[in-house]
């Protein structure tokens, strides 16, 4: 196996629920899931009969051939589900995908509407939107670029909002307009007729940890996309599928965007599942001019789909987004808590059960750990060998500080808390010992 970890991690046995077992029967809870993908928890017996149910069907209709009832389903769902006048859903297997298939739309779009010289995008700094050429160059990580440069367009980038490191006289809903102004100082300096879109996380993912806007800055960049005739395109691939504790994020702030992806939640780590959603104004113009000149063989996968329904049945049969909202601000308290007995702790943020926690230096000034402390890193390994599962970015090369991710499924409850803060308290403990020698 071509295997990318610097530390290789034991075989997994089984898991149910928030817990998961390697081959030793040791047990560890997954405060990630995973990589922010098994939101309704592991091996939910519905969703795996769903799947049989499907797979004794039919396990494959290709989507020049068939049509398929469990794709045609899920769609419908998920129009009826995002926002205002989304309603077009194109099926692929995983987030990078969703997001070349935004790229791809936009771009046929402003041709399809005699808008040629519409072709960049762009987007903040620091990010993630997945690492095929075509998202990689939106993303805002420099060290995963490097190796491409040459084969890559290099996309325009602004500043994230990270309003909770600025030291000035501005209020908190003005930091958020001077964040969003930043896009209008981009494209008029790109040239505003060269410019196709604008992309963002409506809550940052592992690049920036969790990272919430002020209100005003939401409102405010989809002000300035429609001043400008620029798509807002909402990368929802961490955020969607509930999440922030609302279906889609965007409902956080009442925004439609012009084009949304998402994918990691939406079959749950069930079935390789994304999807991008956008509305009939801008898909229309596409078909009518040649149709949309993409696609992958296994878009609407019959499976993956069925999955799909039944992890959304889940949701709601399980009251999982009021779970995820309400299990997410209780944990965010007691994460907050640590900030008392761990002086490493800079900030505690994020929304429903997408939430991160930032080590540094220096609580005064934010003053990040050095890089080669790898503090994160450490933490998450620490952790790890006490059966704490949580997610971690690298410091080095390209995004600042140490953040770790904890973002168990959307089924927690209070009851597991200490299961995760127990060990997260442990770890924490030694990671001081080890940073102060
Ligand atoms: N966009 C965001 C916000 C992500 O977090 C990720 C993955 O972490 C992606 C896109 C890419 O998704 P995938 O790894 O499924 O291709």
């Known amino acids: ?4 970890s610097r530390s290789r991690r034991p075989l997994i046995d089984h898991a149910k629920g928030v817990y998961m077992w390697d081959v030793d029967g040791k047990r560890y809870i997954d405060a990630s899931s995973g990589a922010m993908v098994s939101n ?5 017996p519905r969703v795996i009969a769903a799947m ?3 797979l004794e069907k ?3 209709a290709y989507r020049l051939h068939f049509e398929n009832d469990a794709a045609e389903t899920l769609a419908y769902r998920l129009s009826e589900r995002a926002p205002g006048d989304l309603e077009r859903v194109f099926f692929v297997s995983g987030g990078s ?4 298939s935004c790229i791809k739309l936009a771009r046929q779009y402003a041709l399809a509407i005699g808008q040629a010289q519409r072709s960049k995008i762009i987007s903040r700094f620091p990010s993630y939107h997945g690492s095929t050429l075509g998202a990689l160059a939106i993303t805002g990580y420099t060290p995963m670029h490097a190796p491409f440069a040459p084969m890559m367009v290099d996309q325009p980038k602004i500043p994230a909002p990270t309003c909770y490191l600025d030291h000035d006289d501005l209020t908190y809903h003005e930091r958020g307009l001077k964040y969003a102004n930043m896009l209008e100082a981009e494209i008029l300096k790109q040239g505003p007729e060269t410019v196709l879109g604008f992309i963002m996380e409506p809550v940052g993912g592992a690049a920036t940890g969790a990272l919430v806007a002020p209100d005003s800055y939401y409102r405010r960049i989809r002000e300035i996309c429609d001043q400008y005739g620029i798509l807002l395109i909402y990368d929802e691939v961490m955020t969607g599928a509930g999440r ?3 279906y889609f994020a965007a409902e956080h702030w009442g925004i439609t965007p012009d084009i949304l992806a998402v994918s990691k939640g939406l079959a749950a780590g069930y079935a390789p599942l994304g999807a991008m959603i956008a509305p009939d104004r801008i898909v229309g113009p596409v ?3 040649g149709g949309f000149i993409h696609g992958y063989t296994y878009a609407g996968n019959p499976i993956a789909c069925a999955a799909g329904n039944a992890v959304l049945d889940v949701i709601e049969e399980d009251n999982l987004l009021d779970n995820a909202a ?4 209780a944990l965010k308290t007691e994460l907050g808590k640590l900030a008392n007995d761990f002086s490493m702790i800079g900030d505690v943020r994020g929304l429903g059960l997408l939430l991160a926690v930032e080590l540094v230096k220096n609580r005064e000034t934010m003053e990040p750990f050095d890089a080669k402390h790898m503090a994160a890193a450490r933490l998450v390994d620490i952790a790890y060998d006490k059966g704490l599962i949580i997610y971690w970015r690298r410091t080095r090369g390209g995004y600042r500080g140490d953040h770790v991710m904890v973002c168990p499924p959307m089924t927690i409850t209070p009851d597991q808390f200490n299961d995760i803060m127990d060990p997260l308290r442990a770890a924490l403990g030694e990671l001081q010992d080890e940073l102060t020698l």
């Open 287 to 289: 078909l009518d001019h």
């Open 58 to 60: 039919a396990s494959f």
């Open 1 to 4: 196996m071509f295997y990318q």
């Open 40 to 44: 309704i928890g592991h091996s939910d």
């Open 326 to 329: 309400q299990s997410g601000a």
């Open 97 to 100: 995908e969703a997001i070349e």
């Open 244 to 246: 922030t504790g609302k």
């Open 52 to 54: 049989n149910e499907q």
